[in-house]
Nanobody, 117 residues
Framework: QVQLVESGGGLVQPGGSLRLSCAAS????????MGWYRQAPGMQRELVAV???????NYADSVKGRFTISRDSAKNTVYLQMNSLKPEDTAIYYC???????????WGQGTQVTVSS
């Protein structure tokens, strides 16, 4: 089992910044994809940004150039630095880790991000 604990959400004005953190504990995989998804009210959950155990990253087109995902392997933690936030970034952000190649996946409890003036 893997436990994911997220932190860093909150209310921010348009153009502002937030940093999300996700700490993994338990049985950590050697090969994985870890990152962030989000779900706005009435919308499907969508990928925001992920990083692999090898360090490769992937971003949704809507956040490229504004969001940066990074990881601290020693702490089993990933971060999502979100800059130039827009109202359309408002959503619950969920941390996810997926084992390669079995695709066993775990989710965090989610953290609310609200971008509003």
């Amino acid at each position: 089992q893997v436990q994911l604990v997220e932190s860093g959400g909150g209310l921010v004005q348009p153009g502002g910044s937030l940093r999300l953190s996700c700490a993994a504990s338990g049985r950590i995989f050697s090969l994985y994809v870890m990152g962030w998804y989000r779900q706005a009210p009435g919308m499907q959950r969508e990928l925001v940004a992920v990083v692999t155990s090898g360090g490769s990253t992937n971003y949704a087109d809507s956040v490229k150039g504004r969001f940066t995902i990074s990881r601290d392997s020693a702490k089993n933690t990933v971060y999502l630095q979100m800059n130039s936030l827009k109202p359309e970034d408002t959503a619950i952000y969920y941390c996810n880790i997926r084992r390669i190649p079995t695709n066993d996946a775990y989710w965090g409890q989610g953290t609310q991000v609200t971008v509003s003036s």
